[in-house]
Structures are given as structure tokens and as C-alpha cells.
């Protein structure tokens, strides 16, 4: 009996099974090209289409890009155009409130340096009263005019009366229950024209309807006393 020895080569084994792996890979991507080209696949047609998509995407993303930066442009235009023309609108309202005061003003000279109908004598101008802020408190404001053809001062007395409900019931304030010093009265003198203004507190639940306002003159040959009534603002 003859004995044979075999020498054991594992390597080798390795290198085949390697060898059969590769070619089990490379069959099965040849046969899934296959399958694909069966099928009407292109695979450098699609890497084609892939690189166009790829700078289509790229010049979309860079037109994004543009419309964003001019729309900010515009947005911001649009503010500062917003803000001008909110400066402006509120320049042309003060103007225009200054237009007519002015000519509030003018109309009020021209009174009393060339009357067309104006008696000689003492008149009752104005009287104007607005709230001033605090509780029951007003401003207001009486002016008194004499045209320029009178050359000797004015002087004398206003008194003041409100005309009003408390309750259900009609009542009379005179200036000396509604000024902070119980004024009786208001001194005028001018030889033209005066504006005298002084403060308001009607008592709480009073509703003013109407002032009356009563000028007397100190020289009563020249003008006798005379009154005018005013409806309380709204």
C-alpha cells in the first residue's frame, strides 16, 4: 500500500472563490444593463440628461437668487416711497392748518383796521372754550375788538355765566363758581383789541348747554353793557 501526500493549498481556494464572486457580480450587472438597454434605457443618454438638468437647476436657483435680490429693492423702494409720501401729507395738513389760521387772522385785522360795516364802539369778537385735560377743566378764551377809528382806550368788566343741567334739573353757573379763585369778573382794557383767556372746573354731573358772556363798559356814555351767547361745544 503506497501512501500519497497532497500538499493543502488554501490560498488558492481564496482566489478562486474571489475570482467566482467577481465574475457572479460582473454577470449580474452586465445581464441588469442588458435588461435596462432591452427596455430602451440609454445609460449615457441619461448622464446626459442628468448634467443638463444639473445646470438647468443651477441657472434656476441663480434666477431665484436675482428676483429675491430685486424684490428686497423694491420692498425697501416702496417703504422709503410710503415714508415720503407719509412726511409729506402730514407737511401739507400742517400748512394747510396754518393757511387757515392765518387767514382767520388776517380776516380778524382787516375787522379792525378797515370795518365796512363796524360801529364805532366795543364789540364781542370771540369766545372759545375746549376741554384742557383734566377732570371738569376747560380752557377758554374771550376776545374784544374797537376799530381803529376810536382812539381812546376800552375798559371795564366781563362776566361769564353757564347754562346747563345737574341731574334732570337746569342750572346757572356764574364765573365765580367755576374759576380756581372764585372770580367774580374779568378786567378788560385795550385800545384795539384783547384777548383774555383763564381756566374752567364745572362741577361733577354738570352738563354745559350754553355761555353767556356780558361786557361792561367802565364809561357807559360811550357803550352800554351788552351780552352774547354762545352754544357749549359738542
Not at 441619461?46 to 436675482?66: A, K, P, R, S, Y
Not at 412726511?87 to 370795518?115: N, W
Not at 378786567?187 to 354745559?208: D, K, V
Request: avoid cysteine; proline fraction near 3%.
Amino acid at each position: 500500500m503506497s501512501l500519497v501526500v497532497k500538499a493543502h493549498q488554501p490560498w488558492k481556494v481564496r482566489i478562486i472563490l474571489a475570482l467566482l464572486a467577481v465574475a457572479m457580480l460582473v454577470i449580474g450587472y452586465t445581464l441588469f444593463e442588458y435588461g435596462r438597454f432591452s427596455a430602451g434605457y440609454d445609460s449615457i443618454e441619461v448622464g446626459e440628461e442628468h448634467t443638463v438638468l444639473l445646470d438647468h437647476l443651477g441657472e434656476l436657483e441663480d434666477n431665484i437668487d436675482q428676483l429675491l435680490a430685486q424684490k428686497a429693492v423694491l420692498e425697501r423702494a416702496a417703504q422709503i416711497e410710503r415714508k415720503a409720501y407719509d412726511e409729506l401729507d402730514t407737511t401739507l395738513k400742517v400748512l394747510q392748518a396754518e393757511i387757515i389760521e392765518l387767514k382767520g387772522e388776517l380776516a380778524f385785522y382787516r375787522g379792525i383796521v378797515s370795518p365796512k360795516d363796524a360801529a364805532r364802539g366795543l364789540h364781542l369778537q370771540e369766545f372759545h372754550v375746549e376741554a384742557n385735560g383734566k377732570p371738569n377743566g376747560y380752557q377758554f378764551k374771550v376776545t374784544l375788538t374797537q376799530v381803529l377809528k376810536n382812539d381812546r382806550s376800552a375798559a371795564g368788566l366781563i362776566r361769564i355765566k353757564i347754562v346747563g343741567t345737574q341731574g334732570e334739573q337746569s342750572k346757572v353757573l356764574d364765573l365765580s363758581q367755576v374759576t380756581e379763585k372764585s372770580l367774580k369778573a374779568i378786567n378788560y382794557r385795550f385800545r384795539y383789541f384783547q384777548s383774555l383767556e383763564g381756566e374752567l372746573i364745572l362741577p361733577s354731573g354738570f352738563t354745559p348747554q350754553r355761555v353767556t358772556v356780558s361786557v361792561v363798559p367802565k364809561d357807559r356814555r360811550r357803550k352800554e353793557p351788552f351780552e352774547k351767547t354762545f352754544n357749549w361745544p359738542t
